[in-house]
């Protein structure tokens, strides 16, 4: 994967590349412990949407008790093994109690969840939320990533190399 800090790529390979999905995926915690810290209405039923295996999102919704408003699957059965292979797309209501239960869930040291659960569940536009506490999260994720890309930058120096830039995350 290529990454342009300041105008220069460089490629992350191998232990580089690990704790960059790491960062990745404690980025995506943190955006959603923002926004549920944003929500100031305890009762609130907060709008999401979900994609995933056709199992992985029955099993969120039946554990979180996901009010599901809309289901679309793309893909569909390979007619010569009847194996699924597509996504599923759910948008749906969840409980602001049960969002602090999937954070928690996420922040666990015995993960209840699997990570990939943090790059298939994002909190719709809401009321609850304004353009500016959005904005907000967003440069600080922003800032967050950077930092921990120069971090990785500085340590890991023996599974990065400079690259030729192409499609990369700029920073």
């Known amino acids: 994967m290529n ?3 300041d105008g220069i790529c460089y490629e992350i390979l191998g232990p580089a590349y690990r704790d960059y999905k790491e960062l990745e995926a404690e980025r995506e915690l943190r955006v959603l412990v ?13 709008p999401i949407v979900y994609t995933g295996t056709r199992d992985q999102a029955q099993e969120f919704v ?8 809309d289901n679309q699957e793309i893909g569909g059965e390979m007619y010569y093994t009847n194996d699924y292979i597509g996504k599923t797309i759910i948008k749906g209501e969840i409980s ?4 602090l239960k999937v954070i928690a869930d996420l922040s666990s040291p015995k993960r209840v969840l699997n990570e990939n659960v943090l790059y298939h569940l994002g909190i719709q536009n809401n009321t609850f939320l304004s353009s500016d506490e959005r904005e907000k999260i967003s440069s600080d994720s922003t800032s967050f990533m950077l930092e921990g890309i120069q971090k990785i930058l ?3 120096k023996d599974s990065i190399r400079q690259a030729e830039c192409r499609s990369q995350i700029q920073v």
């Open 3 to 5: 990454v342009n800090v």
């Open 34 to 46: 923002h926004e549920y810290n944003a929500i100031e209405e305890p009762n609130s039923v907060i």
């Open 62 to 69: 039946s554990m979180y008790n996901v009010k599901v408003t």
């Open 96 to 99: 602001k109690t049960n969002l």
């Open 154 to 156: 500085e340590n890991r």
